[in-house]
């Protein structure tokens, strides 16, 4: 008889008997994927594993601290925290084009994560939250040769150049039987049904050129939106939404002054399969509330927008 409670325990047995005495090392992203796979592996064989942890600088606001809140200090998770968005930031400086984003945020995570699994040199297993659907996909994209419209490599080429056996625990399960996983094991349901990020991050969320001072700004006026969704409960009605951030000067009135400020967009979508999307149709007042909001209290945007493309023609990402 099937149940999530003997599913964990035969998951469990399953990479004890798989790892045996050896180390495991896994990239912890934050995503649902990622840490269910660390909570399933850490039940399974503790310290033996170590997730690294790779800050670039693109997460969302306060990402970094509830990732080593809830793997270190809750579940008692090894991780290294890496923190190396100064070195995301200058490879990106000057780059304007999203495909060459994506190659250089793809790139540096590899060699980040390569050196520090040099300081784990007892490490035999590079751990993956690859799932049934990815598994599907990327099988039908190598016998098609599908063209693909974005480049979505998150972790491409890490267990070539790695030479680790591969240890992928949630390869048979389909997105809500990872839920239900990872809900079993103990993680807290804001993670386990939070909203897909893409790898890149908050390079793809800032149109033309990464600056610091944009992924600041577009990090406060994301959290202020995804608040308010929450708290009027839309944010479980809709599939994906966040903030774009417009690198463009529009011109605002402030008390006797005028102003001559950043524009954001918000992208709010419903969607099953992230292959064609609608986008939401949130209440006026709830729109009003986040524009107010954002723009009170993150100085330096003046003006926000709402995306009422849908997909296709439009993508769900702005890059
Ligand atoms: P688009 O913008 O192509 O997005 O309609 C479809 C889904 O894919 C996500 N996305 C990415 N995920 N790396 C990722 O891991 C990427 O480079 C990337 N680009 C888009 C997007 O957030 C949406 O869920």
Not at 57 to 63: A, F, V
Not at 116 to 121: A, Y
Not at 203 to 217: C, N, P, S, T
Request: net charge negative.
């Amino acid at each position: 008889d099937w149940t999530m409670p003997n599913y964990v325990d035969e998951a469990v047995a399953k990479i004890r008997a798989q790892v045996g005495q050896e180390e495991v090392i896994l990239g912890l992203s934050g995503g649902v994927d990622s840490s269910v796979a660390a909570a399933l592996i850490h039940r399974a064989i503790g310290d033996q594993l170590t997730c690294v942890f790779v800050d670039n600088g693109l997460l969302r606001l306060n990402e970094a601290q509830q990732v080593m809140e809830t793997f270190s200090r809750h579940l008692g998770v090894k991780v290294i925290h890496v923190d190396a968005a100064a070195q995301f930031m200058g490879c990106l400086k000057g780059i304007t084009g999203p495909e060459q984003k994506r190659k250089i945020i793809g790139r540096e995570f590899v060699e980040v994560f390569q050196a520090e699994s040099q300081k784990l040199p007892n490490a035999k297993w590079l751990a993956q939250g690859t799932i049934y659907p990815d598994v599907v996909e990327s099988a039908g994209a190598k016998t098609k040769k599908a063209h693909t419209i974005k480049s979505h490599h998150n972790v491409g080429g890490l267990p070539e150049t790695l030479r680790l056996k591969l240890l992928e625990p949630l390869r048979e399960l389909f997105k809500d039987e990872v839920r239900e996983l990872g809900i079993a094991l103990g993680l807290p349901h804001e993670m386990v049904y939070r909203h897909p990020f893409p790898g890149p991050g908050l390079g793809v969320r800032i149109l033309g050129e990464v600056k610091q001072e944009f992924a600041d700004l577009l990090r406060r006026a994301d959290a202020i939106f995804i608040d308010e969704l929450r708290a009027a409960g839309w944010y479980e009605k809709t599939s994906q939404a966040f903030v774009v951030f417009l690198p463009v000067h529009s011109v605002g009135v402030m008390g006797d002054g005028r102003t001559y400020e950043y524009v954001v967009a918000l992208r709010a979508v419903e969607t099953s399969d992230f292959m064609t999307a609608t986008w939401a149709e949130l209440p006026h007042d709830l729109l009003g509330r986040i524009s107010n909001r954002i723009i009170n209290e993150v100085r330096g945007i003046n003006r926000v927008v709402y995306d009422i493309s849908g997909k296709p023609p439009a993508t769900i990402e702005w890059e």
